[in-house]
């Protein structure tokens, strides 16, 4: 079992930064990849980036790409989402995703960002 918890939500105002955390406990030694998405209201749930837990590499859907930093800390098992020049349409829950090296995902609870503007 992992567990995830997501924090620094808030409101922004757009143009703005935000810095998101998702803090993982449990079976953290097997993790693979953790992963931001966010869904909006009335929308599906959109993938925003990736990152694998081995190196390092990052990923990003190209709505993000330039503005949005993941980065992750393994001491402290964390993960973060650095959020630049947010616009409007940036307004979302924010979730945390977490894949074992078993191909199991763990979910945390979200996190609300609103960018006024």
């Known amino acids: 079992q992992v567990q995830l918890v997501e924090s620094g939500g808030g409101v922004v105002q757009a143009g703005g930064s935000l810095r998101l955390s998702c803090a993982a406990s449990?079976?953290?030694?097997?993790?693979?990849?953790m992963a931001w998405f966010r869904q909006a209201p009335g929308k599906a749930r959109e993938f925003v980036g990736r990152?694998?837990?081995?190196?390092?590499?990052?990923y990003y859907a190209d709505s993000v790409k330039g503005r949005f930093t993941i980065s992750r800390d393994n001491a402290k098992k964390t993960m973060y989402l650095q959020m630049n020049n947010v616009k409007p349409e940036d307004t979302a829950v924010y979730y945390c995703?977490?894949?074992?090296?078993?191909?199991?995902?763990?979910w945390g609870q979200g996190t609300q960002v609103t960018v006024s503007s």
């Open positions: 995703a977490g894949r074992l090296m078993d191909n199991h995902d763990y």
């Open positions: 449990g079976r953290t030694f097997s993790m693979y990849s």
């Open positions: 990152i694998y837990w081995s190196g390092g590499s990052t």
